[in-house]
């Protein structure tokens, strides 16, 4: 018996890797047909600021969750959704586990350049999708990158470049907060280059705190590494993707 | 490249109420509760403190520096003392965290604090330290005679900023800082729209202003900027916005005693003239559309609301920008006071960080705390603090020393430690101290400045979205703003400070039948051996 158990749990875990890793990386729910009364992604993308909306999309990503308000990336096969203090118990904020199809009305907003959905409500759905990252580098400085926000997205092949100095004056390859004002827990910048083209990237604190490997990845950087990187195209005045894994760059 | 400044998460919506009877019922449920601080009547040189400092920045490095060397500094004066710093930049985060470890005793020692926070804090039994004693003692207290430093008497503290944080009959706090809220202007787009700033400026000279400013070509480009965006008047804090507003139109708010008056006649015309701009799209806030100097900068505001301790943030010339290089325009930038009703009694907010200590069961670790918070009110401290923004120092000492006045005197003369904006919004605090004004603290004031706030900004955000806004709405915008911050709670749970004691409301129902049904059994236990008694004697045996 504990030998089918073993095997069982074996070949279930191979699968989950193989559909992880596969090209598509996604687990797609069988029908990601909207219901009635909701928007495709097209139709949100159309809408005007300020109008309500009715989205159908699976959670990626929690930020934070606060006095029953959450904040969560989420993206359907077409585009990415960002919902911003989302009213949510604490009890269903468990349940927004990464793939969770749910159901979201609220208003289209935009904050900084940041498109978002805030002042949304959410009911949970039958079925899971999880996105794979969408290689992006070679949008990087253009204007279709914006096309891409909030979705989960890759930069492949970047140099780390400085990203500031310390007190002695030293070139450093991380910024604990945007100057270097903060401290170990807060949100870390770095820089990185590609095709002589410097950008800069975060570790959002509240979307991977100092205990994540992608916040212990950056701290170890050193200036000149090649890196992979994987996030969400989070927006503010401009691009600043709100990275979630940092590696050497294959 | 641009640089970023993170949302502020709304932090403050943990509810004084709520917040309150939790720490309430651990007060008189759980731990009794530490013994009031004594002041001991020696420092214990020979023995080692540890303190923890959680300190607020404005996500300004140079103020992380000050921070860093204000603490060695005063470790090389006492060498057995340690300070550790903790940083934040957020007041809601701060507060939030200290009232989690108020359950669990594990308080930092000292704290940068709002007033009205420490009023949710005091509701924990001695957490707080008074320290209206530490001041008037004449070794360790305020310029006191074993103090290793220059520290400033209590009568070179700005009294007005000292008041602010008075409140039930004691000093649970010492003014760090002080700010207030200032208008950056785009002078130059004002004039070009065929206005003259006045000497004061009014709401009815920004509303007017900002209308005009709504003007589009057939392409839809605003004539002002030739851009697709313009919201020529952006508030950064709605909440002192209205507070301010009712403030100069003598309109009620709060009272002393905890009395809550913002859900007014005045209140909903005020909100009737902010949906009014709303809807043309002459006005937002910072929590619906960003940060104003953004759009100030960039050329799509006029009027930009703030603190004074945002003033590195404003004009051309900014040295601290979100937005890049190219996107900023080139503009005069006036510093003037906020609006006025009444422009011969100007009237505007007083705030900015305060420090208070936090008890500990040694209280030689609480002497050492003190000394610390003493150091931050030094000169050099103060002096160099105040440089980093708008902010002012809060001692007569470093106001009118020469390093301070050399300071204000070199204004404009760059772009970095003597920015214009910034030394000249530290100005229109100095000139105007006496026409600030706090709002009063109690168990809960923090909770109705949030509401306050919340009024504005879901009026705006209605507007916008297409609802309509008239008395019904009103009607429902109270009662959902009421509900949602629990104000109709406050009352019973909470209490006034001003009689320097926290009102616990009425016992919880099962508490009555417990406490009923205890009395009762004692009742008839006694009612049983008195009987015994008398029976006793009635028949000795």
Redesign the interface.
């Known amino acids: 018996m504990k030998k089918f158990t073993t095997l069982l749990l074996t070949f279930v875990l191979a699968l989950a890797c193989v559909s992880c890793g596969s090209k598509d990386g996604n687990t797609k729910d069988a029908a990601d047909v909207k219901s009635e009364g909701v928007m495709t992604y097209a139709e949100y993308a159309a809408a005007a600021l ?3 909306v009715v989205v159908e999309t699976y959670v990626q990503a929690k930020q ?1 969750w ?2 029953n ?1 959450a904040t969560v990336y989420t993206q359907d096969k077409d585009g990415a959704y960002f919902l911003y203090n989302m009213a949510c118990s604490e009890e269903d904020y468990a349940k927004l586990t990464a793939g969770t199809k749910i159901k979201v009305t609220g ?1 289209k ?1 935009e ?3 940041e498109v978002e959905i805030t ?1 949304a409500t959410f009911e949970i759905m039958n079925g899971s999708y999880i996105a794979a990252a969408e290689d992006v580098t070679a949008l990087l400085g253009s204007a279709d990158l914006i096309n891409s926000q909030n979705k989960f997205v890759a930069f492949k092949g970047m140099t780390v470049e400085a990203a500031g100095k310390d ?1 002695n004056g030293k070139d450093v390859a991380f910024l604990y ?7 170990d827990g ?2 870390l ?1 770095f820089n990185a280059s590609v095709n002589g083209q ?1 950008y ?1 990237f ?1 570790v959002e604190s ?1 979307l991977c705190d100092n205990t994540t490997d992608v916040y212990a990845a950056v701290k170890a950087l050193n200036i000149g590494d090649k890196i992979d990187m994987e996030g969400f195209l989070y927006w ?3 691009v ?1 993707p709100h990275i979630t894994s940092v590696t050497a760059a294959k | 490249m641009s640089r970023i400044r993170k949302r502020i998460i709304s932090m403050f919506l943990l509810l004084a109420a709520a917040a309150g009877s939790a720490l309430t019922l651990t007060a008189c449920h759980g731990r009794e509760g530490l013994k009031p601080f004594e002041i001991p009547e020696e420092f214990e040189l020979s023995e080692q403190y540890e303190i923890t400092f959680w300190a607020k920045n404005d996500t300004n490095k140079t103020q992380t520096a000050i921070y860093e060397k204000a603490i060695a500094d005063f470790e090389k004066l006492y060498p057995n003392i340690t300070v550790n710093l903790r940083l934040y930049t957020d007041y809601g985060k701060i507060y939030n965290d200290v009232i989690t470890n108020i359950a669990t005793n594990t308080t930092p020692n000292v704290c940068i604090t709002y007033p009205d926070h420490i009023a949710t804090y005091l509701t924990g039994l001695n957490q707080v330290v008074p320290l209206e004693g530490l001041f008037a003692d004449e070794t360790y207290g305020l310029g006191g005679s074993e103090v290793r430093f220059d520290s400033p008497t209590q009568e070179e503290i700005i009294p007005q900023f000292l008041e602010e944080c008075s409140f039930g009959g004691h000093y649970y706090a010492v003014p760090y800082m002080r700010s207030t809220e200032s208008c950056y202007v785009n002078k130059t787009y004002v004039e070009a729209l065929g206005y003259t700033l006045p000497e004061t400026l009014t709401w009815d000279f920004i509303w007017e202003v900002s209308e005009v400013a709504m003007a589009k070509d057939a392409d839809g480009n605003f004539l002002i900027n030739g851009q697709k965006v313009m919201i020529p008047f952006i508030y950064k804090s709605t909440d002192n916005m209205m507070i301010q507003m009712l403030k100069q139109k003598g309109a009620g708010y709060s009272t002393d005693s905890g009395e809550l008056l913002l859900f007014n006649d005045t209140t909903k015309d005020l909100l009737y003239t902010v949906a009014e701009h709303a809807k043309s799209g002459a006005f937002s806030t910072f929590k619906i559309s960003s940060y104003p100097a953004n759009f100030l900068n960039a050329g799509q505001c006029i009027f930009a609301i703030d603190s004074t301790a945002g003033a590195t943030w404003m004009g051309t010339n900014a040295p601290l920008s979100d937005i890049s290089r190219d996107k900023i325009v080139e503009f005069e930038t006036e510093v003037m006071e906020i609006p006025q009703f009444d422009p011969d009694n100007p009237q505007m907010i007083s705030q900015g960080p305060s420090v208070c200590i936090f008890n500990k069961e040694n209280p030689q670790e609480v002497l050492a705390s003190w000394l610390f918070v003493q150091y931050l009110l030094t000169n050099e401290v103060q002096i160099a603090y105040s440089k980093t923004e708008g902010y002012v120092p809060v001692t007569l000492k470093a106001q009118e020393s020469a390093e301070y006045q050399d300071y204000l005197l070199r204004c404009g003369e760059d772009n970095a430690a003597y920015y214009e904006v910034k030394i000249k919004a530290a100005k229109l605090l100095l000139d105007h101290i006496s026409n600030t004004f706090v709002t009063p603290v109690f168990n809960g004031s923090s909770s109705l400045r949030d509401a306050a706030g919340q009024l504005i900004e879901n009026t705006v955000k209605s507007v916008r979205r297409g609802q309509t806004i008239d008395d019904a709405y009103m009607e429902k915008l109270y009662s959902d703003t009421i509900s949602l911050y629990r104000l109709d709670q406050l009352n019973s749970q909470t209490g006034s400070l001003s009689s320097g004691k926290a009102e616990l409301g009425k016992l919880p129902k099962t508490s009555v039948i417990l406490l009923s049904s205890l009395a009762g059994a004692w009742v008839l236990m006694i009612l049983y051996v008195t009987w015994q008694m008398i029976k006793k004697k009635r028949n000795p045996q």
């Open positions: 300020d109008t309500e934070s606060w006095d308000k208003y907003s904050w900084a350049g002042d007190a907060s945007w100057d270097g004002s903060g401290q807060d949100d910048y410097t800069t975060t509240y503010y005045e401009g600043n």
